[in-house]
């Protein structure tokens, strides 16, 4: 499999409402591939504006064709902050994606059917959110760092060959206007780190300043990464990572390069300066 920004697909669609569409066709693809082949979906999610623009993977088709309960759920950074915070990307994933499921149940009124969907459902051990009575980055970043240490144990996780880093089967990420992703942002030292698995960070510029972070060599030991960007505030930072000439900083958005496949979902006001 090719890897690397050099080899990365670049898709433009008129509008979000497009992205949204390919995008749940994209993940739907991916999913029916992995759970038939290996039975486990490991998929990790930014915060942002990407949980919204996954909006149609659980509505009709999808929500009735993929196979919900071989998925794993993990995030790429986390706000250190309480699960039921409006600043949790939790949270927002929770309130935006996961609560469909439980929202189907509860409306469901024939207790046998909505027993049978809890089974096709994500479970909610294969979903896991950061540890929010861990009040310091530090002990959060250990603890998820930790968690993904047992599931390579369980084998619910592999390791690449190549870079011994955990390789997840699909990464979502969102875009910053500085063209940060994750909690990597431009000029930091996270940047170049290159042992650990889950970073944190304490003097984030976006808010809240406590972080934890996937590092760029678990990012790039990714069989699969989605950039999806939309909306013209982004436009700049899309130029600078997908243009020809060379900055004079490289942003951490241009520092994403998997061994697996990447590829940009973009809207025509992201593109509009390319
Ligand atoms: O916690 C966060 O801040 C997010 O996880 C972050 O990594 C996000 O993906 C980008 O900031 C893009 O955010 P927008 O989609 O809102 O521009």
């Not at 071989?70 to 309480?82: A, M, S, Y």
């Not at 409006?86 to 929770?94: G, I, V």
């Not at 619910?156 to 390789?167: M, R, T, Y």
Request: net charge negative; hydrophobic share 45%; aromatic share 10%.
């Amino acid at each position: 499999m090719a890897g690397g920004q050099g080899d990365a697909k670049v898709e433009v669609f008129d509008a979000e409402e497009d992205v949204a569409v390919a995008l749940a066709k994209y993940i739907a693809r991916l999913s029916d591939v992995h759970t038939k082949g290996k039975g486990v979906f490991t998929v990790v999610l930014s915060g942002g504006t990407l949980i919204d623009t996954m909006r149609k993977l659980v509505e009709p088709p999808y929500l009735d064709t993929i196979d919900w309960s071989k998925w794993h759920v993990f995030w790429l950074d986390e706000r250190v902050v309480h699960k039921t915070d409006p600043l949790s990307n939790y949270k927002l994933a929770y309130d935006g994606f996961l609560s469909k499921f439980i929202g189907l149940l509860e409306a469901e009124p024939n207790y046998f059917i909505s027993l049978l969907f809890y089974l096709v459902a994500i479970p909610p051990n294969n979903v896991y959110a950061i540890n929010d009575t861990l009040p310091a980055p530090e002990d959060a970043a250990d603890d998820y760092e930790a968690c993904l240490k047992s599931l390579v144990e369980k084998k619910v996780l592999e390791l690449s060959q190549a870079s011994s880093f955990p390789k997840f089967d699909l990464m979502l990420l969102g875009m910053g206007p500085d063209g940060h992703v994750a909690s990597l942002f431009p000029r930091h030292p996270l940047l170049e780190e290159k042992n650990r698995w889950v970073t944190y960070i304490k003097d984030s510029p976006k808010m809240p300043p406590e972080r934890i972070t996937f590092t760029f060599p678990v990012i790039n030991s990714s069989a699969y990464i989605a950039l999806v960007v939309t909306g013209a505030d982004l436009a700049k930072a899309v130029h600078i990572a997908l243009g020809n000439h060379e900055p004079s900083d490289v942003l951490p958005v241009q520092m994403v390069s998997p061994e697996g496949e990447l590829t940009w979902f973009l809207d025509k006001p992201a593109a509009s300066k390319i």
